[in-house]
């Protein structure tokens, strides 16, 4: 944030504060600040490109560590007994089926679901929860 003040800034004061101060001030003042700056105008220059470069960096970085990672844990509830019990899911596969361990009845995902996470669990599969089309 600050280096894109910087970026914002540095050239605003080159290019149209330095009029503005020749207004304000009178000649001989404005005469020494523009010696001044243009002394220093290559030094304004590096630090302007590093401050872009920099931003430029921080942003990517950012979005480089925002890449969502799915949730593997859910919990599942079968539908005939209520019984619940937290489940890894697999990311390279859906999982059609699954029996109950307190009423051993076989769990199928509901019509429009593609797995039995997505239809009984606390969690979508990791495909949806990428956005992507499941199985």
Excluded at 20 to 38: D, M, R
Excluded at 39 to 53: K, Q
Aim: glycine share 8%; charged share 15%.
């Amino acid at each position: 944030m600050i280096s894109g003040l910087a970026t914002l800034i540095l050239p605003f004061l080159c290019c149209f504060g330095l009029p503005f101060l020749v207004l304000i001030l009178g000649g001989s003042t404005a005469i020494a600040v523009t010696k001044f700056a243009e002394h220093y105008a290559p030094l304004f220059w590096m630090l302007g490109i590093i401050a872009v470069g920099w931003a430029s960096w921080n942003f990517w970085q950012k979005r480089k560590n925002n890449v969502h990672k799915p949730i593997l844990d859910s919990t599942l509830t079968c539908p005939k007994c209520g019984f619940q019990k937290k489940e890894t899911m697999p990311t390279d596969a859906c999982q059609f089926f699954y029996q109950c361990n307190n009423c051993q009845s076989i769990l199928k995902p509901k019509p429009g679901d593609c797995c039995v996470f997505c239809s009984y669990g606390t969690v979508k599969c990791p495909p949806k929860q990428a956005g992507e089309k499941c199985c």
